[in-house]
């Protein structure tokens, strides 16, 4: 497996970078919160992301996409990480691009993801129900009805859940809580009876929602208790293409970081030239580039649909989060007093780093999975 970017991956990056640094900077995100905006993101953004092609990365030439994959998605989450760019790419052109393109019958297909990759139908997934990453402990039930089902239940920490068109649920429809067999995806319109949605504002002003479900009526995506067999690849291609947002996030605090070292005299010389700053600073370089390493060799695990792709996924995510806690923590540090202040950046990095490390399963999470995957 080479650890190189593609000429056609390279391309996607850049162009990524300049866009979000032109139209979205972390000034955009600051008055989304200020404002605080009913969305929580900016659809005239969305829609030029789209226009851009990158919500159809996943999603076949036939429905519109251009099937370009993950490696190239994590690109532009990488860039997006980089100004913490307030978007629905993860929830809508991730999880619900690949949900419905690995589950969906071609009914299915035809109806939503033309909508989803033009920009104009957002999605959800509605899984945890734990206060922790816990994606098999499912309680929500699906009663049948006829030709359909009727699900009641509880989700929280839906990303994009109060702005979502379709949600995709996971229910119960047998086994037991915690059990992986048993677990059947289903799609219910947001608008759908007895369905809830309360907005929660994270710490990071990113998006999320509880979902309350009662007798809610649902149509079921893919196969009858087979939904585990779908959430893995999906939940890992989730978990991979996060780690590069949180890389180029962890990468950006360093930059920022770095440059603060080189600005900043303290006894007329540069704090940079301090020994001990030096060692932090070299740490978190040193951390970034094999976060790096590990990022690319899942995405490029995903794409090939490699052996080990799901033990690369949790690599990369146990090392992003670490790499993303070092990185956001010690920004705040060495900027001192004024890392300390809502009016300087810094801190909305480590503000992102506490929400992105518990999304989609935390170190110690992805640290046990990835033994067990290599048989300890």
């Not at 056609?8 to 300049?18: E, G, K, Q, S």
């Not at 490390?357 to 992805?366: E, I, L, N, R, V």
Request: a negative charge.
């Amino acid at each position: 497996m080479a650890l190189i970017l593609s000429e056609d991956a390279i391309m996607v990056r850049d162009t990524a970078l300049d866009f979000f640094r032109e139209r979205s900077p972390i000034t955009a995100l600051r008055k989304l919160r200020d404002d605080n905006d009913p969305d929580g993101f900016s659809r005239s953004l969305w829609r030029q992301m789209a226009e851009l092609g990158w919500t159809g990365f996943l999603v076949a030439e036939d429905q519109g996409g251009s099937g370009f994959g993950v490696t190239g998605l994590g690109q532009v989450m990488e860039a997006a990480g980089r100004t913490l760019a307030a978007t629905p790419l993860l929830s809508t052109g991730l999880l619900g691009a690949s949900l419905l393109d690995l589950a969906g019958s071609a009914e299915q297909k035809d109806e939503h993801l033309p909508p989803l990759v033009a920009g104009e139908r957002l999605f959800a997934l509605a899984l945890e129900e734990t206060s922790r990453h816990a994606p098999y402990r499912i309680a929500t039930t699906a009663v049948a009805d006829g030709t359909s089902y009727r699900l009641s239940g509880n989700k929280r920490f839906v990303l994009d859940g109060h702005v979502a068109d379709v949600l995709i649920v996971a229910a119960r429809t047998s086994g037991a809580v915690g059990d992986r067999d048993g677990i059947t995806l289903f799609l219910v319109p947001a608008d759908a009876p007895g369905v809830s949605r309360t907005r929660t504002i994270m710490v990071d002003s990113r998006n999320a929602a509880i979902i309350r479900l009662d007798n809610t009526p649902a149509t079921v995506l893919g196969r009858i208790g087979g939904g585990a067999d779908v959430l893995d690849v999906v939940l890992d291609r989730a978990r991979a293409c996060l780690a590069a947002e949180m890389l180029g996030s962890s990468a950006e605090a360093f930059d920022r970081t770095l440059q603060y070292l080189k600005d900043r005299k303290q006894f007329g010389v540069q704090i940079g030239s301090f020994q001990a700053l030096k060692h932090r600073a070299a740490q978190m370089f040193c951390e970034i580039e094999v976060t790096r390493s590990s990022v690319l060799a899942a995405l490029s695990a995903l794409d090939e649909q490699a052996n080990d792709a799901a033990a690369l996924a949790s690599l990369a995510k146990a090392k992003a989060n670490d790499t993303i806690f070092l990185c956001g923590n010690e920004g705040v540090q060495i900027h001192g007093g004024i890392g300390m202040t809502d009016e300087h950046e810094i801190g909305f990095f480590m503000k992102r780093a506490r929400v992105a490390q518990a999304t989609f399963g935390d170190a110690a999470f992805h640290r046990d999975r990835y033994a067990g995957l290599m048989g300890y």
